[in-house]
């Protein structure tokens, strides 16, 4: 037991003469990210993961079917929200200004493309967009015109299967021209009705987490991931020469791992506090408009820091086993965000993880990512479970004790392996 | 029985890495009061063998003090035995009292300071100095002290003296002196002729194999049979 | 030393380090997993569909639904479970077909007053949910628009015959009226992989972020004084070629990860633009760790500029902060690869990169 205090209080030392450095980058770690944040929020025309797509269109700017068209799809809030329309004379200037990124796509409209609605003809509109890394403004883009397609498809459809039908029954042309007109109407107020069918009820969150509220989650999580990497000047070892003493004289891998991770989750509790802390003093001056966080009282959030420390647990004990794994600076760095960002966008930080297929779904349920993820969530939805408690600190003390496994590995190993 | 008579003796240390046998069958004894140095090639096994007696390593084999195995003993062995890596065994961000303060109690540490090893080897004047602000042989100094905090009956020093200032070296050659006059027994792995010639039995470790060298100061020959 | 030997002999020293291998196998391997997984089928939001009328046209509804390939995705279900599913975040809509929805929707169709015939529970708007809605209007509106078809012919035609429907099917067979292309990427446009695609993102993140660590490494070394024997005025360039031996390393390894996942497109593009690209990222990580000086302060700043990068580069979020993200060599990268036109500016960053880390190199060196 002696033993145990001795170097436990010696690691507690060593952690606190580094904790200021680390307290440091991570208050500058959490600024940037507050600035990228806002950034994110001000330059989100939609509020989500993508800004509007523009859409250059080329085509007959005289055309008043086409003017009807375009202030009908304006009307669409999906289509508000996810496209706007900019019209240009030729398909050159729309290029130029697709290559300067100033649009996202364009489409170009063939000649006398309305003439070929009313007469049924199908003219193809030409719909030319960047291959870029993003694709979900790519889907969703793709999603809305399908839409439109439809629409423009169907209509046509009601109203020439109605002037070949009238043909056949012998109307006369004027008549159908009327008939054509008075029908295309009809289904353009069906389609400005078309919200009719269902009626909406926002139930809010009784026990899931609100968009904001799960960006809130996704960034905490993706934020604890990287404070790994704050921590690497003194984390990362790169000889095995103490432990291999302190194995000599009967500190077994075991206590070894307890002593030095003690203190790096006492560091990473006291940072959670701070930062908490900040954010609870913020929070009496700025709205941060998360519904989770509406109710909140300042005592909340200190109350807040004790709940989630098996979100601590379960993350800082996987970065303690990835520093035992990884020999060197270099090696412990790699790992650190490689784990970080792959495990963090499988973990559901980046992207909801109801995105993401069944499979990857269940697998981000015992990633550590998503261990904490689900159990984050349940403290601010306050409807944690047990699966969730027993998850995250189960998971920890798996890695604790794979980390020391890891440790008397090394400890055990052939000098010139270290 | 007094404590001159008893032997210290190791019998059969076996260590193979996968198919690599390091270690046939190593076998030797020596007395307290005596050194013994393990001579051989880098990469010959010299470290291996000492961190198996350390019990840092598992290996297959016996090590006897006073008729008992210390090996099927790892707590008497941690008591009696000292291990000195070769490298520096010590928490970079801290000082050396803090260091020191892991294996010695405050009161110990405070005499030792003034009448010890601590002060034996200098470490005295650099107490309150960060170790990653340390020299190489302020490393070492402090590095041993820390291995020795037990006062051992059998110290293994691994190269102690590698890449050492002449004074480090010194007092280093000083402790083994000191050591072998309080009775103690040193087993220690060096490439260094003038610690060669404090040892009373000199092993050379070729092919996993330990055989008495008759080492009489001539280094050239002692090469020869290292080659 | 020539620089052949000093590559040959920096990259020795890497995979000296089994761990080093390890790790960008690992990266490798995670990549080629991940990707696996997230191509198979998923969705941006699910609804659940509870159809309590069980007619002909709600089956015809349902089923254009769920046989259509959407990030839309579709489970029927009944209202206690679809309501278990919306509370515990399972699916984010709920759509509940009324028990008189045919008698609801044909009324609609014809222009009269009708209830709502589907009742729609969610917990919060959002892009995602609006777009859910627009496909349930959208799949609805076929048999909408020939209900209201045959409704307006028999009411002014006089007569709605078999020939009607005929004439309506066919003209809907044509197809879609909207054709997708790149005008950028040769060959046939598919749909994109929007969970795969960010791999490429996040796989050249860790490229930069490897040549920020390779930097860091060689900092690390001239602390430990292994560079003392080099003179100041030669540490620049050893640092450069040091920094382009690791990061030409975790390229290697970056673009296997690349083409695991299925995200390679031209094999000549992709070699070139991947070579700039780590010109660029040692470029900016010698700038950057000579902006830095100390191996702590430059370890502080990745983990920003990780963030960062993967913030303002186009790789989950595509917002507008070009100003920000052409400071980032990803930025280029993932700009440059898909479309060639943008290789002319990831060149001049490159130059701009080496001109002033090299001078701010000078300054530190006096």
């Known amino acids: 037991m002696k033993r145990f205090s001795n170097y436990l209080a010696l690691q507690f030392k060593r952690t606190a003469k580094t904790f200021i450095m680390v307290l440091a980058v991570t208050l500058i770690l959490l600024t940037a990210a507050?600035?990228?944040?806002?950034?994110?929020?001000?330059?989100?025309?939609?509020?989500?993961?993508?800004?509007?797509?523009?859409?250059?269109?080329?085509?007959?700017?005289?055309?008043?079917?086409?003017?009807l068209g375009f202030s009908l799809l304006e009307q669409m809030e999906s289509v508000k929200l996810i496209i706007g329309f900019v019209h240009y004379p030729d398909?050159?200037?729309?290029?130029?200004?697709?290559?300067?990124?100033?649009?996202?796509?364009?489409?170009?409209?063939?000649?006398?493309?309305?003439?070929?609605?009313?007469?049924?003809?199908?003219?193809?509109?030409?719909?030319?967009?960047?291959?870029?890394?993003?694709?979900?403004?790519?889907?969703?883009?793709?999603?809305?015109?399908?839409?439109?397609?439809?629409y423009v498809v169907e209509t046509q459809a009601g109203v020439t299967a109605m002037i070949d039908y009238a043909g056949e029954q012998g109307l006369s042309s004027e008549k159908m021209n009327v008939l054509n007109l008075d029908m295309s109407l009809a289904y353009t107020n069906l389609i400005a009705?078309?919200?009719?069918?269902?009626?909406?009820?926002?139930?809010?969150?009784?026990?899931?987490?609100?968009?904001a509220g799960y960006f809130l989650s996704?960034?905490?999580?993706?934020?604890?991931?990287?404070?790994?990497?704050?921590?690497?000047?003194?984390?990362?070892?790169?000889?095995?020469?103490?432990?291999?003493?302190?194995?000599?004289?009967?500190?077994?891998?075991?206590?070894?791992?307890?002593?030095?991770?003690?203190?790096?989750?006492?560091?990473?509790?006291?940072?959670?506090?701070?930062?908490?802390?900040?954010?609870?003093?913020?929070?009496?001056?700025?709205?941060f408009n998360i519904p989770e966080l509406y109710y909140l009282l300042p005592r909340d959030y200190f109350i807040m820091a004790f709940k989630l420390i098996p979100v601590l647990f379960i993350i800082t004990s996987f970065q303690f086993l990835l520093y035992e794994l990884a020999s060197g600076i270099i090696n412990a760095l790699m790992l650190q965000l490689i784990m970080a960002v792959l495990l963090g966008y499988a973990g559901g930080c980046f992207y909801p993880i109801y995105f993401f297929p069944e499979t990857v779904q269940r697998l981000a349920d015992f990633l550590p990512a998503g261990i904490a993820f689900n159990y984050f969530s349940g403290i601010l939805t306050e409807s944690l479970r047990t699966r969730d408690v027993a998850f995250a600190l189960g998971g920890g003390v798996v890695f604790l004790a794979l980390s020391a496994a890891q440790r008397q590995f090394k400890i055990k190993g052939r000098e010139d392996q270290q | 029985m007094s404590e001159n008579d008893m032997d210290i003796r190791i019998v059969n240390i076996q260590k193979s890495f996968g198919r690599k046998t390091v270690l046939k069958d190593v076998s030797f004894d020596m007395d307290l009061g005596s050194c013994a140095a393990i001579v051989g090639a880098n990469g010959s096994g010299k470290s291996t063998l000492l961190s198996i007696l350390a019990g840092v390593q598992r290996g297959n084999g016996s090590f006897f003090y006073a008729g008992e195995d210390l090996m099927k003993n790892p707590k008497k062995r941690s008591s009696l035995v000292g291990y000195i890596p070769q490298g520096a065994p010590l928490i970079?961000?801290?000082?050396?009292?803090?260091?020191?303060?892991?294996?010695?109690?405050?009161d110990r540490l405070k005499y030792e300071s003034e009448h010890g090893v601590i002060k034996q080897f200098g470490v005295d004047e650099f107490l309150k100095v960060p170790v990653r602000k340390m020299s190489g042989g302020m490393k070492k100094r402090l590095s041993i002290v820390c291995a020795v905090a037990n006062d051992p009956k059998i110290i293994l020093m691994d190269e102690a003296a590698a890449a050492l200032d002449l004074v480090c070296k010194q007092v280093i050659r000083d402790y083994i002196r000191s050591c072998k006059s309080q009775n103690k027994a040193i087993i220690l792995s060096t490439h260094d002729e003038r610690e060669l010639a404090l040892c009373d039995k000199v092993y050379l470790l070729k092919g996993g194999e330990l055989s008495q060298f008759g080492y009489d100061g001539n280094i050239d020959k002692l090469v020869e049979h290292i080659k | 030393m020539k620089i052949p030997v000093l590559l040959y002999l920096y990259s020795k020293r890497l995979y000296k380090k089994v761990s080093f291998i390890v790790i960008l196998l690992a990266m490798v391997a995670v990549t080629g997993i991940l990707s696996y997984l997230m191509s198979q089928s998923a969705g941006?939001?699910?609804?659940?569909?509870?159809?309590?009328?069980?007619?002909?046209?709600t089956n015809e509804i349902i089923r254009n639904l769920t046989e259509e390939n959407s990030v839309v995705r579709y489970v029927i279900t009944d209202s206690e479970e679809a309501e278990s599913l919306l509370s515990n975040g399972k699916c984010q809509m709920i759509w509940e077909f009324a028990e008189d929805f045919d008698r609801r929707f044909t009324a609609l169709a014809r222009g009269e007053f009708s209830e709502p015939s589907v009742s729609v529970i969610v917990r919060e708007q959002s892009v995602f949910v609006k777009l859910g809605l627009e496909k349930l209007y959208a799949y609805s509106y076929p048999i909408m628009a020939k209900e209201l078809c045959k409704y307006y012919t028999l009411k002014n035609v006089g007569t709605a015959g078999q020939d009607l429907e005929m004439f309506f099917d066919s003209f809907v067979r044509q197809g879609d009226i909207v054709q997708f292309s790149y005008y950028n990427n040769s060959g046939e446009p598919?749909?994109?992989?929007?969970?795969?695609?960010?791999?490429?993102?996040?796989?050249?993140?860790?490229?930069?972020?490897?040549?920020?660590?390779?930097?860091?490494?060689?900092?690390?070394?001239?602390?430990?004084?292994?560079?003392?024997?080099v003179a100041l005025n030669r540490r620049y360039r050893i640092n450069m070629i040091s920094d382009f031996a690791g990061t030409l390393n975790i390229a290697v390894f970056a673009s296997l990860a690349i083409w695991i996942s299925g995200l390679?497109?031209?094999?000549?593009?992709?070699?070139?633009?991947?070579?700039?690209?780590?010109?660029?990222?040692?470029?900016?990580s010698l700038l950057i760790g000579q902006l830095a000086g100390k191996t702590a302060r430059l370890a502080a700043v990745i983990p920003i500029l990780a963030m960062l990068m993967l913030a303002v580069c186009p790789i989950f979020l595509n917002i507008d902060v070009k100003y920000v993200s052409c400071l980032l060599p990803a930025y280029w990268y993932l700009m440059s690869v898909y479309n060639t036109s943008f290789l002319p500016g990831m060149l001049i960053y490159c130059a701009f990169v080496f001109i002033i880390s090299y001078l701010v190199s000078l300054k530190t060196r006096r």
């Open chain 2, 92 to 106: 970079q961000e801290l000082s050396a009292r803090d260091n020191l303060l892991l294996w010695f109690s405050p």
């Open chain 1, 91 to 150: 398909e050159s200037s729309a290029l130029r200004d697709l290559r300067a990124s100033k649009i996202d796509s364009y489409a170009l409209l063939p000649e006398n493309f309305s003439d070929s609605l009313i007469s049924g003809d199908n003219y193809s509109i030409h719909y030319v967009m960047p291959k870029i890394g993003t694709g979900i403004n790519e889907v969703l883009t793709r999603e809305i015109l399908g839409v439109i397609s439809n």
């Open chain 1, 218 to 287: 996704g960034f905490s999580i993706f934020f604890l991931l990287l404070w790994g990497v704050c921590s690497c000047t003194y984390m990362a070892s790169s000889n095995c020469f103490l432990p291999k003493l302190l194995y000599s004289r009967g500190y077994k891998s075991l206590l070894q791992i307890i002593c030095e991770y003690l203190p790096y989750l006492a560091a990473a509790f006291l940072m959670l506090i701070i930062v908490l802390g900040g954010a609870a003093v913020i929070s009496g001056f700025v709205d």
């Open chain 3, 264 to 284: 390679t497109g031209n094999l000549f593009n992709e070699i070139i633009v991947m070579l700039i690209y780590v010109a660029a990222s040692v470029g900016f």
């Open chain 3, 190 to 229: 598919g749909q994109s992989g929007y969970l795969v695609a960010p791999l490429r993102g996040i796989i050249a993140v860790i490229v930069a972020l490897g040549s920020l660590v390779c930097v860091l490494y060689f900092m690390d070394d001239g602390e430990s004084g292994h560079l003392d024997a």
């Open chain 1, 34 to 67: 507050g600035a990228v944040g806002i950034t994110v929020a001000a330059s989100q025309n939609s509020g989500e993961f993508s800004k509007k797509v523009t859409v250059g269109i080329i085509g007959d700017d005289d055309d008043p079917l086409l003017d």
């Open chain 3, 44 to 57: 941006m939001i699910t609804v659940a569909l509870v159809d309590r009328e069980n007619s002909q046209i």
């Open chain 1, 193 to 211: 009705r078309r919200d009719s069918i269902a009626e909406i009820t926002e139930i809010g969150f009784v026990s899931s987490l609100s968009a």
